[in-house]
């Protein structure tokens, strides 16, 4: 598999795991999906890996979707394994349809 299938296939299971039957029955309320939550899920939780060049890009495309209303995650990797320091490393968008998330990320090209 490519580094960008890998990645894909790895967010794939790591957000799989909270919809196990075993984890809604010890989380049960906790978890409440919304509309685009519930399609995202039945439609097989789709994943697009973009590139950005560079940090910068990555807050710009953050800062846009929050102002859009967006589902959004920036993840901050906190330097403890391979990088050196605090990173902002990964943006994840949605569950929003995909004209929504495409208004901000159209412009990065696809992970390979």
């Known amino acids: 598999m490519s580094a960008g299938k890998v990645a894909v ?3 794939h299971a790591s957000g799989s795991v909270i919809y196990d039957d075993r984890v809604k029955s010890i989380l049960g309320s906790m978890i ?4 685009n939550s519930e399609k995202w899920i039945e439609e097989g939780q789709t994943k697009i890996l973009k590139e950005v060049k ?8 953050y800062e846009k979707a929050k102002e ?3 589902p959004c995650s ?3 990797d906190l330097g403890l394994t391979e990088l050196e ?3 902002n490393t990964t943006l994840a968008i949605g569950p929003a349809s ?3 998330i495409q208004k901000i990320t159209k412009r990065f090209r ?3």
Do not use: P, R
Not at 32 to 35: C, E, F, H
Not at 54 to 61: D, T, V, Y
């Open 85 to 87: 320091g605090e990173n």
């Open 74 to 76: 920036l993840i901050t």
């Open 110 to 112: 696809l992970y390979s």
């Open 9 to 11: 296939q790895v967010a």
């Open 98 to 100: 995909f004209d929504e």
């Open 54 to 61: 560079n940090e910068s890009q990555l807050l710009s495309a």
């Open 68 to 70: 859009a209303g967006l």
């Open 32 to 35: 409440n999906l919304n509309s």
